[in-house]
């Protein structure tokens, strides 16, 4: 029990293919290759234009800075458990203040003593909650935002036609 986060991107893959008009559509190879093995004529009878896919791309376990920051930036300031669309945007600046409170404009590790304020001057204060975990600004804050920063960079990387969605659950 406790904060579990997750970042997942998704992707929609149509059905059809229209280049030779709506009378001549083909099957696009993508969409049958998604389709389970055991059932490929699982949308046979259905009106289904195409596919959603969706996969994890990150995950943080009582990381309630980082779930802070999600609620205020995307998630109009209301923590209910909802899936938040992300753009590319946010995660930018996610990893950016992650790095401001990590180190200081010459690239060193910015000390304990100083974690506190640097965060809150950046956005990036812990917040207490329902098994939140911990608000102290010790090795398991500086861990969180290291993984952040990890995982925007990969996230970031992945090829635009994928909207990414932040959920939290208690």
């Known amino acids: 029990m406790g904060l579990d986060q997750y970042l997942t991107a998704k992707k929609y893959v149509a059905k059809w293919n229209y280049d030779g008009g ?7 190879q993508e969409f049958q290759d998604l389709l389970p093995m055991d059932t490929p004529d699982i949308t046979r009878y259905g009106s289904a234009a195409g596919i959603t896919i969706e996969y994890p791309v990150g995950y943080w376990r ?27 945007d946010v995660l930018v600046d996610l990893r950016d203040r992650c790095m401001e409170v990590l180190y200081d404009s010459f690239g060193k590790a910015n000390t304990s003593d100083r974690m506190e304020e640097m965060a ?11 098994f939140f975990g911990d608000t102290e600004y010790g090795d398991w804050y500086k861990e969180d935002l290291k ?13 635009e036609e994928y909207s990414l969605h932040y959920q939290a659950s208690w």
């Open 147 to 159: 993984l952040t920063v990890e995982i925007c960079d990969f996230v970031l990387a992945l090829p």
């Open 120 to 130: 809150k001057e950046v956005g990036l204060e812990t917040v207490s909650g329902f």
């Open 62 to 88: 009582k990381a309630n800075a980082i779930h802070n920051y999600f609620v205020h930036n995307v998630g109009e300031d209301v923590d209910d458990c909802r899936e938040m669309y992300v753009h590319r």
């Open 22 to 28: 709506f009378d001549n559509r083909v099957i696009t």
